[in-house]
């Protein structure tokens, strides 16, 4: 079971942290993802975390403004959001993988129920 949380309201410029809190499996047999939904669109890739943690992956349009972290004692993924763009406005979805850093939906099992995020201009 993944668990969002940390969604919320904030005004263009600033920082939000999504965490997700796993369950019910082994968690370092993971890789983690976030993906995030806006409204009318499709589910798009956001970062990808490596099951040790050592390795990530970020998509272009977050890249040096997200940063993705785990933490393995915890069973915890968090997404730390800077810089934060009205275009970053839409459900956040946190999953995991078996599959080596995977940039596609297809290829996570298991997803989260998504957490808000608005950015006001």
């Known amino acids: 079971q993944l668990v969002e949380s940390g969604g919320g309201l904030v005004q263009a410029g600033g920082s939000l942290r999504l965490s997700c809190a796993a369950s019910?499996?082994?968690?370092?047999?993971?890789?983690m993802g976030w993906f995030r939904q806006a409204p009318g669109k499709e589910r798009e890739f956001v970062a990808v975390?490596?099951?040790?943690?050592?390795?990530?992956f970020y998509a272009v349009s977050v890249k040096d403004r997200f940063t993705i972290s785990r933490d393995n004692a915890k069973n915890m993924v968090y997404l730390q959001m800077n810089s934060l763009k009205p275009e970053d406005t839409a459900v956040y979805y946190c999953?995991?993988?078996?599959?080596?850093?995977?940039?596609?939906?297809?290829?996570?099992?298991?997803w989260g129920q998504g957490t808000q995020v608005t950015v006001s201009s």
């Open positions: 999953a995991a993988s078996s599959f080596k850093l995977p940039a596609q939906a297809v290829m996570y099992g298991y």
């Open positions: 019910g499996r082994t968690f370092t047999d993971y890789n």
């Open positions: 975390i490596s099951a040790s943690g050592g390795t990530t």
